[in-house]
């Protein structure tokens, strides 16, 4: 990267806990920057969903400094939440209560961030509303939505802030394989054709993750980051989820199976 561009995000001597708990993540210092997909990985309690939170502004750190372009999030003369929407948009997996809204509402109330004319409003709601292959559900209600297609509008209601990066937690928990698959494929086109400029997924989706990231971050109780090739070749990748009797992980599948099925 460039140094003379300030990272799109950046994280430094992070210390993160819930009140009256214990510290769970220390970070020393990690970037999102331009271009990338990075992949948060690691397993359940490692704290991939608290660092996606903290970098999103939603969880207050104990210690350290998250930064968006710059400009501090945390703190005193920190970024203003609506400069900050249009910076960042954040999909979570958190249950969405507004089941009389359409999609189209729902993808609308992206837009608060943006003042500006309807025509403007209208063109964006329509193109987030097709880049996350949400259209044919804009005149359903978000009550009689599946999991998956619900998933769909979240992401278009975050698109339509028109961010510069994405935030997703698990975006694809809800999907069939074949969306799944083909989400992580949106956001490599959405980064290529400029729509936004970076995304970063915590996900459980290791094979995904692995054949679509810049970079992982494999999350841990801290944050050990590198090219996916190297942290499979390493053993470090296999090492964060811990030793399971009889199941290795296969670096050329990108995922656990068992150990009788490894090629020599």
């Not at 502004?57 to 710059?70: D, I, N």
């Not at 964006?124 to 009550?143: D, T, W």
């Amino acid at each position: 990267m460039n140094e003379t561009v300030a990272a799109l995000l950046e994280i430094r001597n992070l210390q993160v806990g819930y009140p009256r708990g214990p510290v769970v993540l220390r970070v020393d210092r990690e970037t999102l920057d331009h271009g990338e997909i990075v992949s948060l990985v690691g397993p359940n309690g490692g704290g991939k969903t608290t660092l996606l939170r903290t970098a999103a502004g939603l969880l207050t750190p104990r210690a350290g400094t998250v930064s968006m372009m710059g400009a501090a999030i945390y703190g005193r003369g920190a970024l203003p939440r609506g400069e900050r929407a249009r910076r960042t948009a954040v999909v979570l997996t958190d249950a969405v209560h507004a089941a009389y809204l359409t999609g189209r509402d729902v993808v609308e109330l992206g837009r608060i961030a943006r003042p500006g004319p309807q025509a403007e409003h209208r063109a964006a709601v329509e193109r987030a509303l097709v880049f996350a292959g949400a259209h044919q559900y804009s005149e359903r209600r978000l009550g009689s939505l599946s999991d998956g297609e619900r998933q769909r509008v979240m992401l278009a209601r975050a698109l339509a802030q028109e961010p510069r990066m994405l935030l997703l937690d698990e975006p694809a928990a809800h999907l069939d394989p074949p969306h799944q698959t083909a989400l992580f494929q949106l956001l490599r086109c959405l980064i290529d054709d400029g729509v936004i400029a970076a995304a970063a997924v915590a996900t459980h989706h290791l094979h995904l993750a692995l054949h679509f990231s810049d970079r992982l971050f494999v999350v841990n109780g801290t944050v050990l980051a590198g090219a996916p090739d190297d942290l499979v070749q390493s053993g470090a990748l296999a090492d964060a989820f811990g030793a399971t009797d009889g199941v290795r992980l296969d670096p050329e599948r990108g995922w656990f199976v068992p150990e009788s099925q490894l090629r020599p």
